[in-house]
């Protein structure tokens, strides 16, 4: 007698494998979870799109941040700094927590600053003065090391030498 060959299945596969009424809840859930990662990417939950700036304005000057929120393991990003003077800079300081940078390799900082020291707790970087109404705008390149994972919080401030003229927090998440 000649087997049904519509009813053959390849070694390792039987009849409790083309049962269509098992496995959908397996099925829509997995479709579930695809959907919510999906949608959560889009929504940049896990980084992407554009980058927050974050200004303060005082009497001595304006200090404007584009940076980041959320980054991943290995990716290279931009920071975008802006100090503009209100009144005339005689030594305009650009000074960075060293908790922001946990972790982070800093490629380049366009233009270089005239001077670096780590004073106070915090990383320095001099620059030329500042007339009144004029600006500087600083571009620092990096990479997210890979061990970095987790939150950071910091500080972006604008002295005038020792003193400050404006400061903003900064924060920055890592995911893997």
């Known amino acids: 007698m000649a087997k049904d060959q519509s009813k053959a299945f390849p070694d390792g596969i ?15 859930l997995a479709l579930l979870v695809l959907g919510a990662l999906l949608a959560s990417a889009l929504l940049g939950l896990f980084g992407g799109g554009r980058d927050p700036t974050r200004a303060v304005t005082t009497p001595a000057g304006r200090l404007a941040v584009t940076a980041p929120l959320v980054l991943r393991n290995g990716e290279f990003f931009e920071i975008r700094i802006r100090a503009g003077a209100r009144r005339a800079i005689a030594k305009p300081v650009l000074a960075i927590s060293p908790q922001y940078w946990r972790h982070l390799t800093i490629n380049t900082m366009i233009p270089a600053p005239t001077g670096e020291t780590f004073e106070d707790g ?11 109404g ?29 003193v400050p003229l404006a400061e903003l927090p900064v924060h920055l998440k890592v995911f893997p």
Do not use: C, M, Y
């Open 14 to 28: 039987g009849e409790e494998h083309a049962d269509s009424n098992k496995g959908h809840i397996g099925g829509w």
């Open 134 to 162: 004029k600006s500087l705008e600083v571009k620092i390149d990096g990479q997210v090391n890979p061990a970095r994972l987790g939150s950071s919080r910091g500080a972006v401030t604008l002295l005038d030498d020792k």
């Open 122 to 132: 915090q990383f320095r970087f001099e620059f030329e003065p500042l007339d009144p």
